[in-house]
């Protein structure tokens, strides 16, 4: 299934960080009851800063959060990187495939064996 994109980030962005406890306190602020939630970091590489963010939003916000797996293409060139964010512990809710880089239909592919997992 493909679903419309509507989520919120975060994580290092330019010069600014978007702590898990700010995003929380955000969303709390507004209402928002769950939401879906991705780590710019893994555009940026940092792999374990990555994780550590999202980690920290399900500790804060639990059940309310949906964490969404932001795959790129060079993702697909690394595959210990790769495996190492699926078997992270952290229990994927979808992917994401980010519409700003190259994808290639071998790409893409990948990508769907991911979601499919």
């Known amino acids: 299934m493909i679903v419309n994109d509507s989520h919120i980030h975060v994580g290092q962005f330019n010069e600014h960080y978007f702590s898990p406890k700010v995003i929380c306190d955000f969303l709390d602020s507004v209402a928002v009851d769950k939401f879906a939630i991705s780590s710019t970091r ?3 590489g940092d ?3 990555s994780l550590d963010d999202i980690r920290e939003v399900l500790i804060i916000a639990k059940e309310r959060a949906f964490p969404v797996l932001w795959l790129i293409p ?3 060139d690394n595959e210990i990187v790769l495996k190492y964010l699926i078997d992270s512990g952290i229990s994927w809710k979808c992917v994401k ?3 700003f880089h190259n994808w290639t239909a071998e790409y893409i592919d990948k990508a769907v064996a991911v979601a499919q997992q």
Do not use: D, P, R, V
């Open 42 to 44: 893994i555009c940026g």
């Open 97 to 99: 495939m980010h519409g």
């Open 47 to 49: 792999i374990e800063k």
């Open 74 to 76: 060079a993702l697909f």
